[in-house]
């Protein structure tokens, strides 16, 4: 994955001007701006669609990538003809990685009542807390980026997923640390999101129950108020920490690689997939991240033809790299489209949409394959990949 300076903050601004600030009003995607209406759409030739992702605040960047892969996507769909015939149009809602401003957004697009199906927010969080609000309408609700374990333990019936979940990255990045590099007495570094709580848990146990180990620290941070993580990089290295597992996105892992730099401690450190993105690297230099590793759902490096040609079509777009925060939605949009041009899926809403989904979804795509969902809403095919940051920026682990 080349590391890119670009325009990425430019389109960023133009993006945010076309979002309101109060988080939940819709920015038109196809053609001009324009807000939900009030009553369902009977335009013929359109397939409606929303998204909700983080536009504003810290988490921003992460949300503006889901919007720029459903944007290349719904762009060569509808370039190609469209889904027989009909273009994709979508709205874009900012839930601000807020649960609060993800129920209003999913309220807003509820009473827009004219779309399809909702590409929910990269925050399992935030989808949780929109769900039911969603369900209750019977709207398809779609991920390409959740990974949050307990979002398809829950009965959601409208929901699927394309990506892998965390529990699975977990046991693979814990069976690589203790397997492959000697981990003993690993730290870790989690937030206090709901899902990197759940996670700590989950690693806690998993590393108990299969080798015994136990976690000689932790530390949980509170992303929104807290950027310096030195006490806690002390402490770790005080109890004799021989490796570090960040379970973060990749503002906080940046920042923490950073400061560790500063503090001159050599030592091991590990990512879960949202430290994969290539964003990490504008956070903390080569020298900082240097030998960092991760694991993500995307191979950008990938000589795979439709690979290449995304990778290249975004970063004509932003100036950088995609991430799987940008390829999961791209697939997610040409899943769904490829399922809608199906004569069998002509008149089918809500829950039978997601049903013909579920048994029938079949497609090949840059970031995961998918052969149907489980009953709970999972994809079986979706395996994330090792990735190792060199030179500022991540390549697989067997290419270091």
């Not at 307990?150 to 892998?164: F, Q």
């Not at 709580?197 to 929104?224: M, R």
């Amino acid at each position: 994955m080349k590391k890119r300076s670009g325009c990425i903050r430019n389109l960023s601004l133009t993006l945010l001007a076309a979002v309101t600030l109060a988080g939940c009003s819709a920015s038109g995607t196809s053609g001009g701006a324009s807000e939900p209406q009030s009553s369902k759409s009977e335009d013929a030739e359109t397939i409606e669609f929303a998204v909700m992702g983080p536009m504003t605040g810290d988490t921003a960047g992460l949300g503006q990538q889901q919007e720029y892969g459903v944007r290349l996507a719904v762009q060569e769909i509808n370039e190609n003809g469209g889904i027989n015939g009909k273009k994709l149009v979508y709205d874009v809602y900012d839930d601000q990685m807020n649960t609060n401003q993800a129920v209003i957004c999913a309220e807003k697009m509820v009473a827009a009542n004219k779309y399809r199906f909702v590409v929910t927010s990269i925050s399992t969080g935030c989808s949780k807390a929109a769900y039911p609000t969603w369900a209750n309408a019977d709207l398809p609700v779609l991920s390409g980026i959740n990974t949050g374990n307990t979002i398809t333990e829950l009965g959601y019936k409208n929901y699927l997923r394309i990506c892998a979940k965390d529990s699975a990255i977990i046991e693979q990045m814990c069976d690589y640390m203790v397997n492959e590099c000697g981990v003993k007495k690993p730290a870790i570094l989690y937030t206090s999101a709901d899902t990197d709580v759940t996670n700590f848990d989950f690693t806690k146990n998993y590393l108990k129950d299969k080798y015994n180990i136990d976690i000689i620290d932790s530390a949980q941070v509170q992303v929104e108020t807290e950027k310096d993580y030195t006490a806690y990089i002390t402490n770790f290295k005080g109890k004799g920490a021989d490796a570090v597992y960040l379970l973060t996105e990749y503002n906080p892992a940046g920042l923490f690689l950073k400061q560790k730099a500063s503090l001159g401690w050599d030592v091991q450190v590990f990512g879960n997939t949202g430290c994969a993105n290539p964003l990490i690297f504008q956070v903390a230099d080569a020298e900082c991240t240097e030998g960092f590793i991760t694991m993500s759902a995307f191979d950008a490096e990938s000589t795979n033809e439709r690979v290449r040609k995304f990778v290249k079509s975004y970063t004509e777009l932003t100036g950088v790299d995609p991430g799987q925060e940008a390829a999961g939605p791209y697939d997610l949009i040409y899943m769904v489209s490829e399922a809608l041009k199906n004569e069998e899926t002509n008149g089918l809403n809500g829950n039978a949409l997601v049903e013909w989904l579920r048994s029938n979804a079949s497609y090949s795509g840059i970031m995961v394959d998918v052969e149907g969902f489980d009953a709970n809403g999972d994809n079986p095919n979706a395996k994330p990949h090792m990735l190792i940051a060199k030179n500022g920026t991540y390549v697989g682990i067997d290419e270091k």
